[in-house]
T-cell receptor, first 111, second 115 residues
Framework: RKEVEQDPGPFNVPEGATVAFNCTYSNSASQSFFWYRQDCRKEPKLLMSVYSSGNEDGRFTAQLNRASQYISLLIRDSKLSDSATYLCVVNPSGSARQLTFGSGTQLTVLP | DTGVSQDPRHKITKRGQNVTFRCDPISEHNRLYWYRQTLGQGPEFLTYFQNEAQLEKSRLLSDRFSAERPKGSFSTLEIQRTEQGDSAMYLC?????????????FGEGSRLTVL
């Protein structure tokens, strides 16, 4: 089983739609969680951290369910510029110095 | 531009040849990471440096791979006797805090094609 699993998509949605991505992780000791965004042929960039209580940044909402080992990202009022691959990222244990990336979910927002 | 820079951006080589990639991290970052990414996959961790010390290596890093960061600034990743399976994007990242707790800043990557 992969340490971090995501639905690869692709998700094709019209502008203005709300879209949700899910991610599960295998290590219950995982301490920190992130969503990164990767544009086509570009490097990954941090989109947002994910906090236990859930957090919001503009149109983006991230949630964490430790009991189910599940992370989600909700994008509201999607824009053409949101088209990218969204990578779920986990620190698999509190002492790990490196992050483990999921395979990513591809989103295309259509005009 | 004071971001992470990598060189070369593209490398095409024949199987069996050696290749070396260079990474210049953000100047105030003492933590440096190498990742590998293949098409349709997320980045996979290869190795981690804190200053000049290589503190962690993935099992993905076979004996043909070696990484150095001799003065705690730039880093090199060498692949000896390249194989077709080494074809990938090699990403370097740096951070001011340990990767598990902080943001990684990635370079644009060095794309390797082994013929």
């Amino acid at each position: 089983r992969k340490e971090v699993e995501q639905d690869p998509g692709p998700f094709n949605v019209p502008e203005g739609a709300t879209v949700a991505f899910n991610c599960t992780y295998s290590n219950s000791a995982s301490q920190s969680f992130f969503w990164y965004r990767q544009d086509c042929r570009k490097e990954p960039k941090l989109l947002m951290s994910v906090y236990s209580s859930g957090n919001e940044d503009g149109r983006f909402t991230a949630q964490l369910n430790r009991a189910s080992q599940y992370i989600s990202l909700l994008i509201r009022d999607s824009k053409l510029s949101d088209s990218a691959t969204y990578l779920c990222v986990v620190n698999p244990s509190g002492s790990a110095r490196q992050l483990t990336f999921g395979s990513g979910t591809q989103l295309t927002v259509l005009p | 531009d004071t971001g992470v820079s990598q060189d070369p951006r593209h490398k095409i080589t024949k199987r069996g040849q050696n290749v070396t990639f260079r990474c210049d991290p953000i100047s105030e970052h003492n933590r440096l990471y190498w990742y590998r990414q293949t098409l349709g996959q997320g980045p996979e961790f290869l190795t981690y440096f804190q200053n000049e010390a290589q503190l962690e290596k993935s099992r993905l890093l076979s004996d043909r791979f070696s990484a150095e960061r001799p003065k705690g600034s730039f880093s090199t990743l060498e692949i000896q006797r390249t194989e077709q399976g080494d074809s990938a994007m090699y990403l370097c990242a740096s951070s001011a805090r340990e990767g598990g707790t902080g943001e990684l800043f990635f370079g644009e990557g060095s794309r390797l094609t082994v013929l």
